[in-house]
Every structure is written in structure tokens, then in C-alpha cells.
């Protein structure tokens, strides 16, 4: 007996969504804006001045704005949000994909040196007090939704990272601050549980973005050979295809997601 295959199209969840994905004119965030675009949401681009955002929209057209930020001011994330609901008049996702990190020991034995508190300072401003800042200021803007039938009316995804779990050597300030994101995610869904706000974190592997493709041949050849399958660096669209996954899927509330290729993070 001959089987015949119907393909079927999948349902278009995010057609008529506002998104604001802070980072979004490089590496992860980037990677969203162009997914959530060609899956026919409206995308605000966040991201600081200096970045490729304004190139973007001119790229990507009128379905984006771009509003330069700075994660970790009130001002710059307050005047998103009126701009936000000025151009588009509702917000339904946040993608919290803006991070930086540093690297440095405890202590270098060799140059008599402690690891800097400016920089632990710096890492943990961006990666926690940014995150934090655009959820507690973005929260009011998607409470105005209409809540669906589920009593639904916004998403919140974060970015945290493997590194949460098993840090390496040098990473003690961007484990922390990772670390940190993945324990505000129960909280937070806890918090916005009454109000139909659902939060949930994804915690990235090694992924292909211009940070790593800044290194040398021979460490990103290395890179590449950690990950158990497939053994390669992610792309940047596979991160956005769970970010789409989390918006679709009602179900995902609360939860750490990895997303790796089964790495585990040697010393």
C-alpha cells in the first residue's frame, strides 16, 4: 500500500506579535530579530548606539524599529517602551539576549593580581541589573494585552548559559551573573504567574556568533570538537527556533531549557 506525505504548514503563532529582543543587532539577538521577522512579527531592535541597528531596520523594513539601549538604564529602557507603544501600541515578547563577559582568575599568581571588582561589577550590571531592568520595566506594557484563553498575555524569555552549571577556569564573574539569571526564573514565573506572564530561560551552548568568530582557526577548530553531537558550534537560528518553540508552546513556564548538543563544559 502506497502512503502518500501532505506537507503541512506550521501555524503562524507569531504573526501580529510585538517583540523586543534587547542584543538584537548581533550574535543570538540577531538571530531572533531575523526569525521573528520572516515569521511575520513586529521586532523592536535593541541594542547600544554604536551597533548595526539602524542598518538593520533599513535591511529588514518597516516590521522593525530599532531603539538604541543601554540594558542598565532606567531612562534608555523607559523611553523603548513609550516608543514601543507609540509605533506598535502593545508589546508581547521580551528576548533578553544582551550580555557581555570577561575573563580573568581569581587571583593570577604570576602578575600578583586580583581579579578586578570594576570588572565583576560590569558583568553583573549588564547580564543581571540589564535583565532585570527591561523585564520590571516591560511587564506594565504587556499587562495591558487582552489575555487569550488561557489568561495569557506575554512572554519573557532570558538568556543565560551553560556556564550557570560548569564554568570554566577564568569565568568565575560571567558564571555568577549567569548563574544568577538562571535562579530569577522561577521567581519571575511565580511573580507574573497571576497576570498570564510566562518566563522561561534558555541556557546556550557554544554558539557561531562574532565573539567566537573573532578567534583563532586552531581554538575554533577545538571549540567545534567539544560538542558531543553534532559536532559543531551552534547557529544562531537554532537559538531563535527555541525562542519561537517557547512563544508557540503555552505549556513551558518556569524552566531552564539547555540547549548545547549535549556539551559539558571542561575546567
Same mark, same amino acid.
Given at each position: ?41 513586529? /521586532?523592536? =531592535? ?6 548595526? #541597528? ?22 534608555? /529602557? ?32 604570576? &602578575? ?15 547580564? +543581571?541589573? #540589564? ?10 506594557? =504587556? ?20 556556564? @550557570? ?10 558564571? @555568577?551573573?549567569?548563574?544568577? =539569571? ?6 519571575? @514565573? ?8 510566562? +518566563? ?13 568568530? &573573532? ?53
Amino acid at each position: 500500500m502506497l502512503f502518500r506525505t501532505f506537507h503541512i504548514p506550521p501555524l503562524a503563532f507569531l504573526i501580529g506579535l510585538v517583540a523586543l529582543v534587547t542584543g538584537g543587532a548581533s550574535g543570538l539577538g540577531l538571530g531572533v530579530v531575523r526569525r521573528f521577522v520572516k515569521e511575520g512579527a513586529k /521586532v523592536v =531592535i535593541a541594542d547600544l548606539p554604536r551597533s548595526k #541597528g539602524s542598518q538593520l531596520t533599513e535591511e529588514l523594513g518597516s516590521s522593525t524599529i530599532f531603539t538604541p539601549m543601554d540594558v542598565t538604564s532606567e531612562q534608555n /529602557v523607559t523611553a523603548a517602551m513609550e516608543e514601543i507603544e507609540k509605533k506598535f501600541k502593545q508589546l508581547n515578547v521580551i528576548v533578553n539576549a544582551a550580555g557581555i563577559a570577561v575573563a580573568h582568575k581569581i587571583y593570577n599568581f604570576n &602578575s600578583k593580581e586580583a581579579h578586578r571588582l570594576e570588572d565583576f561589577t560590569k558583568v553583573f550590571n549588564v547580564n +543581571v541589573m #540589564g535583565t532585570f531592568n527591561v523585564i520590571r520595566l516591560g511587564v506594565p506594557l =504587556i499587562y495591558k494585552n487582552e489575555p487569550d484563553e488561557d489568561g495569557q498575555r506575554g512572554v519573557i524569555i532570558n538568556t543565560s548559559s551553560v556556564a @550557570a552549571f560548569e564554568g570554566q577556569i577564568g569565568q568565575v564573574a560571567y558564571s @555568577a551573573s549567569k548563574g544568577a =539569571i538562571v535562579g530569577m526564573t522561577l521567581p519571575l @514565573a511565580r511573580d507574573l504567574a497571576k497576570p498570564g506572564i510566562r +518566563v522561561v530561560t534558555i541556557a546556550p551552548g557554544i554558539f557561531d556568533t562574532p565573539l567566537l568568530g &573573532s578567534l583563532p582557526e586552531k581554538v575554533y577548530a577545538y571549540l567545534k570538537k567539544t560538542v558531543p553531537f553534532p559536532a559543531r558550534l551552534g547557529n544562531p537560528d537554532e537559538f531563535a527556533q527555541l525562542t519561537q518553540h517557547i512563544v508557540e508552546n503555552k505549556y513551558l513556564n518556569g524552566e531552564v531549557i539547555r540547549l548545547d548538543g549535549a556539551l559539558r563544559m571542561q575546567p
